[in-house]
């Protein structure tokens, strides 16, 4: 953390130690990961939940799987 200051603004470090601090976060990477997003100033835009539901797919089955182990050839 201490080296940190070379690729992130002082104000975002002190801020990110003070919410972690609040926190009660005793990691030195949860500080980073906060100054880097205060740093970035942005966040990551965030994809609704139902854009997403295009990529389900089903639970695959493992009936074959089963029978092979049983013995039982199809």
Same mark, same amino acid.
């Given at each position: 953390?201490? #080296? !940190?200051? *070379? @690729?992130?603004?002082? /104000? +975002?470090?002190? @801020? !990110?130690?003070?919410?972690?601090? =609040?926190?009660? /976060? #005793?990691? $030195? =990477?949860?500080?980073?990961?906060? /100054?880097? *997003?205060? !740093? +970035? @100033? =942005?966040?990551? $835009?965030?994809? +609704?939940?139902? !854009?997403? +539901? *295009? &990529? %389900?797919? $089903?639970?695959?089955?493992?009936?074959? &799987? %089963?029978? #092979? #182990?049983?013995?039982?050839? *199809?």
């Amino acid at each position: 953390m201490l #080296l !940190a200051h *070379r @690729s992130l603004p002082t /104000a +975002a470090l002190i @801020s !990110a130690t003070g919410k972690a601090i =609040q926190a009660g /976060a #005793l990691n $030195p =990477q949860v500080v980073l990961i906060e /100054a880097r *997003r205060e !740093a +970035a @100033s =942005q966040l990551a $835009p965030v994809a +609704a939940i139902g !854009a997403l +539901a *295009r &990529y %389900d797919r $089903p639970t695959p089955t493992l009936a074959n &799987y %089963d029978a #092979l #182990l049983a013995g039982n050839n *199809r």
